[in-house]
């Protein structure tokens, strides 16, 4: 998971990475870097709790949300399977290993792996080292540029100090906005007449920018970092800011309790390795809320917003987006901005059964 997020990092960057839903965890493959038995065994215990958890989730979820009348009875169970890797999904560590395509031309993956390969992660910077062998041996005369001391030390400090940043933010806030309502209010008829499902002109840029500040958990932060529009520094995963309690409200009774123990005896366990914080970043589950600052303009925003708050999104990552929506409506209402909207994005929805990854 750490390593498909360093290869999207990247404002340029163009591929698919496959959802937990699509992925089957008792046998998926967990990175242990530690290379001992107890980090190995930190994993395995994630790997044993997040199958447990199965079948009482969805059994809890087939009777908080029974299937309506006239309700395909399939497309309902699978809107049900698809809620509860919602749900359980938080507790697989992020040393989980995951499946990318990264699509790019030349130049622009000799620029991105320029900086990937001094990523503080060592395996990154393996894995960015091997790409780049094979597009050698490939493309020869694309990949046999001189490499400069001076560039290679900065890009190497940037990279060792300054990747992370710290994993403290508000719960929720606007930190910025230099958007000044005079200059949007020209600009009112554009704002009022846009259809539903069409972005905003890319001049609207001029205007200034805002940025959000905010906690979300890293297995949502993962949706969050498909948006290459707006800026996102990379949060550091920790167990600091706490564990989204989202995920545990979801969890019947039973296994709410279970949960909170293994919480509380993993995070122990984690710490007695002895690692340094970028490393224990493996260990830790998806469920951990991570510092989150974006920072875009005003067509970007509204992109990313109209388009995370659906009933559609995960909740958790749904929930932050309504609450951009409210400051933006608060700040831009009055100048005639009009968000296009899910009338009800809390709602538990069978249509979401429909989405499915199916052979051609």
């Known amino acids: 998971m750490l390593a498909a997020k360093a290869v999207q990092d990247w404002p340029l960057y163009s591929g698919q990475e496959s959802s937990t839903r699509f992925v089957d965890f008792s046998r998926q493959p967990f990175l242990d870097v530690t290379g001992t038995g107890a980090g190995r065994e930190i994993q395995e215990a994630w790997r044993e709790f997040y199958l447990s958890l199965q079948a009482p989730v969805r059994q809890h979820l087939r009777e908080k949300f029974p299937r309506g009348d006239g309700e395909d009875a399939k497309m309902w169970e699978k809107a049900i399977e698809a809620r509860s890797f919602d749900i359980t999904r938080a507790f697989l560590p992020a040393g989980a290993t995951t499946n990318i395509s990264w699509h790019t031309n030349l130049r622009q993956a000799a620029d991105k792996l320029a900086l990937l390969r001094h990523h503080p992660l060592s395996e990154i910077a393996d894995l960015a080292d091997a790409i780049e062998d094979g597009l050698r041996e490939r493309y020869p005369s694309s990949f046999s540029a001189k490499r400069y001391e001076a560039t290679e030390t900065f ?198 059964g429909s989405h499915d990854i199916t052979e051609k």
């Open 155 to 352: 890009n190497a400090s940037i990279a060792q100090g300054h990747y992370y940043h710290r994993p403290w933010t508000p719960d929720f806030e606007l930190t910025e906005n230099t958007i000044r309502p005079d200059a949007l209010a020209a600009c009112c008829g554009i704002l009022k007449s846009r259809p539903a499902k069409t972005e905003l002109p890319r001049f609207l840029d001029d205007l200034g920018r805002i940025q959000f500040c905010f906690t979300l958990d890293f297995g949502s932060f993962r949706d969050l970092q498909r948006h290459r529009g707006v800026t996102q520094r990379m949060p550091l995963l920790t167990d600091e800011i706490g564990f989204h309690p989202w995920y545990l409200e979801e969890l019947p009774e039973v296994q709410r309790e279970q949960a909170k123990q293994i919480l509380d005896i993993q995070r122990k366990r984690i710490n007695q390795l002895g690692l340094s914080r970028e490393l224990h970043q493996y260990y830790l589950p998806m469920g951990y809320l991570v510092s989150c600052h974006i920072t875009g303009a005003l067509p970007q925003i509204v992109y990313l917003i109209e388009l995370r708050a659906t009933r559609f999104v995960h909740p958790t990552l749904q929930m932050r987006a309504v609450q951009m929506a409210g400051m933006l409506d608060k700040l831009f209402g009055k100048c005639g901005l009009v968000l296009h909207l899910d009338s009800d994005p809390g709602r538990f929805d069978v249509r979401r």
